[in-house]
C-alpha cells in the first residue's frame, strides 16, 4: 500500500490564527496606550505642584499557560491645590519604588476643566515608548503567522 505525500492539514493553520489573534491583541493595546498618551498630552496642560502623601504597592499577577508572575507595582497618592479646592488622587502611573518619599513635592499635569484628571509630568512619554514597543510586538507576531500560513501551504503543495 502507498503512503499518502499529503501533508497533514491545520498543524500550522491553528498556530497562524494564534499568532493572528495575539498580534492584534498587542495592536490593541498599543493603540490604547497611545490614545490615552495623545488624550492626557492634548487636555492636561497645566502644570501644578502636589506633595506626595502616601506610596503603596499593588500586586498584579500575570497567568501565561501553566507560569504564574507575580509584579508589585508601586503608585502614589498626591494631594494638590487648584483654585481654592484641595484634590487627593492616585495619577494611574507606576513609579519606581525608591523614587518617591511621603512629602516629597512633585509637579502633575492636569486637565484645567477637570482638575481631577492628572498625570504625572512626563509619564506620557513612557506610554509613548509603550505604544512602539507593542507594534513591534504586534508586527513580529504577524510576521509569524504569515510565515507559518506561508509553510502550511507549501506543504499542502507537495
Partial sequence: ???????????????????????????VLGIYAN??????????????????KSIYSREEVRRTGKHTYREINYYITVQYQYDDTFYTLSPNDAVSRDRYRKGDRVTVMLNPDDPSEVCLKGKTRGMRISFIMLMIFCGGFWVMSAVLLIKDRMALKK
Fill in 1 to 27: 500500500m502507498a503512503k499518502s505525500k499529503t501533508a497533514p492539514r491545520g498543524g500550522n493553520f491553528i498556530s497562524t490564527v494564534v499568532f493572528f489573534i495575539i498580534g492584534a491583541m498587542f495592536l
Fill in 35 to 52: 490614545v490615552r498618551a495623545g488624550h492626557l498630552d492634548k487636555v492636561c496642560t497645566e502644570e501644578i505642584e502636589g506633595t506626595v
